[in-house]
């Protein structure tokens, strides 16, 4: 069956209650969140619960940093699938709205979490914190649970063989490093920007190579330039690409995109959603001296991709 998201917490159909829950952001879904939805995985298992996530709609650190710099990892539907194929029946999507913010860690662990949810257990991370000023701490959590009915396990950190950290936070320096080989590791998948394909200059065109242009949105921006990729289409057809990222210094965009060409691809993708992998950085963005140059580079990077794209 397909996941089920539900929203909300309040009066929940006694099916949409009892689950064993892994409880966190989860932007990513990388491996080290992974073993904390094991946990879950194994509580449920113990109890004959559903398996399920809770986590939040927008990202906690979105309501208190406004203005911050775009950071998130994945889509809410990126987030499902994720989950999903990890094994995961429910995804509780709570909103972070000013209630929610404002809330204790006391109210949080017994209004929404035993009194809403109804879970039976929850699995948190060793730095999982919750309720107003980050009070609450897996030790409270615990402690709250065996007065609620709820149990509760907490996963310490774990980190690849290699000493690789397994977090949000090193994925996202590893983006920012162009390091596409780092966050595919630490993600257990290549990082991928999922959106709608969008009308662009059309200047591709022009010189023999068609871009689908998607939108950075709320994306965390790699480093930009170029990559080897590869784009799932709506219809479920994956097709090696090469792309970039970025503004273009030659042709400069007001907000940074992500313009695929799709090797031996030809359609109408307009106001499709796909969703690309960037399998790999080729090269930094650059300037050219006309568009002979620049056909002449676009060609010698998808001759480089289709090399990466081998060799992944």
């Known amino acids: 069956m397909p996941i089920q998201i539900v929203t909300g917490w309040r009066d929940l159909a006694p099916d949409h209650r009892g689950a064993a829950a892994a409880v966190g ?3 990513g879904v990388h491996r080290g969140h992974q ?10 298992e113990r109890l004959h619960a559903p398996l399920a996530v809770v986590s939040f709609e927008p990202h906690p650190r979105r309501w208190f940093q406004p203005e911050a710099a775009p950071f998130r990892l994945m889509t809410t539907s990126q987030m499902a699938r994720a989950l999903e194929e990890q094994g ?12 929610m913010a404002a809330m204790s860690d006391e109210a949080f662990a017994r209004d929404v979490l035993a009194g809403g949810l109804g879970l039976k257990h929850a699995a948190v991370g060793f730095d999982f914190t ?3 000023g980050r009070t609450g701490s897996p030790e409270a959590l615990a402690r709250a ?16 063989q290699s000493g690789l950290k397994l977090s949000s936070s090193a994925v996202r320096e ?12 630490i993600l257990g998948r290549p990082f991928a920007i999922e959106g709608e394909v969008v009308h662009g200059d059309k200047r591709g065109r022009t010189i023999g190579v068609p871009t689908a242009n998607v939108r950075m949105g709320n994306y965390m921006r790699p480093a930009y330039g170029v ?10 057809r994956v097709v090696d690409g090469v792309a970039n990222l970025g503004v273009r210094p030659m ?14 691809f030809s359609g109408d993708l307009y106001g499709q959603v796909v969703e690309t992998q960037l399998i790999a950085r080729l090269r930094g963005e650059m300037s050219f001296d006309g568009l002979d140059a620049l056909k002449a580079q676009i060609e010698a990077d998808a001759r480089a991709a289709r090399l990466a794209l081998a060799a992944a």
């Open 130 to 132: 919750y309720g107003k």
């Open 251 to 264: 042709f400069e965009t007001p907000e940074p995109l992500l313009e695929v060409w799709l090797f031996d």
């Open 88 to 99: 995961i029946e429910r995804l509780h999507l709570l909103p972070f709205d000013a209630e």
């Open 145 to 160: 649970g065996s007065e609620l009915g709820f149990s509760v396990s907490v996963t310490e950190r774990v980190d690849d």
């Open 35 to 44: 073993t904390v939805i094991g946990a879950a995985r194994e509580a449920a």
């Open 227 to 236: 990559f080897a990729t590869r784009t799932r289409l709506a219809d479920g």
């Open 25 to 27: 952001a989860f932007d």
């Open 174 to 185: 590893a983006l920012a490093a162009g390091d596409m080989a780092r966050a595919t590791r």
